[in-house]
């Protein structure tokens, strides 16, 4: 039987770098039977099948119109059916993969000129899960109608002991009660090893830490930080990470997704204030944010600031080097003067040049909310950052940032009636419950007693 496999985030992005591992298992459970199997590069060159199988991952990746209409064909993935994508019969799903699927490709983009590099997660990495599902059911995910965190395989169902490394796509290692007896068989191998997707840090236990500081992990440990609102519990298990382990560590920071679904403009700007805030946040903790666009962002009134903190926070050294003002005025500077005047852009405006769409889009949030770029456009990553600085107001005027300021002694004692008083004077005549939803900066919650907090009525 001549089978073909369509993996359709391969043709449709451009840079997309990472193996289908649907499509490896089928393809090992074809050419274990003896089927004649072909990986399809082009939409265009199809051509006859007995049997087409057709995967997505990201909903946003094109597929033509009748693809899935075509004869014989089977589709699935997560870019067709989201959190409801049937799940391969299991003589495929606990099938060896087939790690050559992608060899003849991999070979015809060196020659077009691709760096051997680009294509290591298809060469030398053995690619599984050990966990599936999640509990927390996040919206935005594909987890989202889960409700635990179920065994999925064993690392000997998909480790090449050809192969130098091994990538977990796990979405919840860190919730699964059974953790380690399955983290040993990892260590056990001997091969550096890598969590893919981003562990769940709020999970995090000592006995892991201890275990994951000590194994042979492969790069940065990634994390995820996805909420404003996690911000003590994150902060908390990022301690705890950093007294057993100083390896890099990087963390999702989800931006322009909002859970209500209404996208109001009130949403957009106080999404742009907390992802600004996770980013220094972390950087006081010695860890590498890696910004994630929900897809909504391009519709936001935002979105060249949402591609400016991308570019930037996505390019460490960038980051590290630059502030947020020197980043963006760079950007929008002309590529074929870039050199001349990436250090002078006053006289880049000079000599006649026009501010490029980066450049605009910093004048523009700077105009309409001076508070924010007065808070976090010229810091410098690394710096000193105030995390006792609260809910800055968002306003058309310059704010008195002093004002804001809460006493760190203060931070520290329970919020008895008289510092309660001394709380109100810094924020003005607001109610206790007022007062508390202001407080959105998760240093201080951490400092409230459960007592305290239920007596000012604190909603989480």
């Known amino acids: 039987m001549r089978v073909k496999i369509v993996d359709c985030d391969l043709i449709s992005r451009t840079n997309h770098r990472f193996p289908n591992l649907a499509c490896m298992k089928i393809s090992g459970y074809h050419k274990k039977r003896r089927d004649r199997v072909e990986l399809v590069t082009d939409f265009n060159s199809i051509g006859k099948y007995d049997l087409l199988w057709v995967a997505k991952v990201f909903t946003s990746s094109w597929i033509p119109d009748g693809l899935l209409n075509m004869p014989n064909t089977i589709d699935g993935g997560s870019g067709f059916y989201f959190d409801q994508s049937p799940n391969l019969p299991p003589e495929i799903e606990h099938h060896f993969p087939d790690y050559h699927l992608y060899d003849k490709w991999i070979e015809q983009q060196i020659q077009n000129g691709k760096k051997a590099k680009e294509f290591e997660y298809y060469t030398e990495y053995s690619i599984g899960r050990l966990t599936r599902g999640c509990f927390r059911r996040c919206s935005f995910c594909i987890n989202r109608t889960a409700k635990k965190v179920e065994f999925a395989s064993h690392v000997s169902e998909f480790l090449d002991c050809n192969r130098p490394y091994i990538c977990l796509i796990d979405d919840q290692f860190l919730g699964y009660k059974d953790w380690g007896p399955l983290l040993d068989e990892l260590i056990q191998t001997g091969k550096p090893f890598q969590f893919k997707q981003g562990n769940d840090v709020r999970c995090l236990r000592k006995e892991q830490a201890e275990k994951l500081a000590t194994a042979n992990y492969h790069r940065e440990m990634i994390f995820a930080y996805d909420r404003i609102e996690d911000t003590a519990i994150i902060t908390r298990k990022l301690h705890l990470w950093r007294k057993y382990s100083d390896m890099p560590t990087k963390l999702y920071v ?207």
């Not at 679904?261 to 907390?274: A, C, L, Q």
């Not at 240093?443 to 989480?460: I, N, P």
Request: aromatic fraction near 14%.
């Open 254 to 460: 989800l931006c322009a997704y909002d859970p209500s679904g209404t996208y109001s403009r009130e949403f957009w700007v106080k999404d742009i204030v907390d992802t600004f805030r996770r980013i220094f946040i972390l950087a006081t903790l010695n860890c590498l944010p890696y910004i994630m666009r929900y897809e909504e962002y391009h519709n936001s009134p935002f979105r060249g600031i949402y591609n400016n903190i991308g570019a930037w926070v996505n390019q460490p050294e960038m980051l590290k080097t630059k502030t947020f003002r020197q980043f963006s005025i760079q950007r929008g500077i002309s590529s074929t003067v870039y050199n001349t005047y990436k250090d002078d852009p006053e006289q880049y405006i000079k000599d006649g040049y026009k501010k490029g769409i980066s450049w605009l889009c910093l004048d523009d949030l700077t105009k309409q909310f001076p508070s924010i770029a007065d808070m976090f456009f010229d810091v410098k990553y690394g710096e000193h950052f105030n995390e006792q600085i609260i809910n800055i107001p968002i306003t058309n005027r310059k704010v008195n940032k002093e004002k804001y300021k809460i006493n760190t002694t203060m931070l520290r004692c329970r919020v008895d009636s008289k510092k309660l008083c001394l709380l109100k004077e810094i924020y003005g005549n607001l109610t206790n419950t007022q007062l508390i939803d202001r407080l959105i900066n998760e240093k201080v919650k951490e400092a409230f007693s459960t007592k305290a907090t239920e007596r000012l009525d604190w909603k989480e």
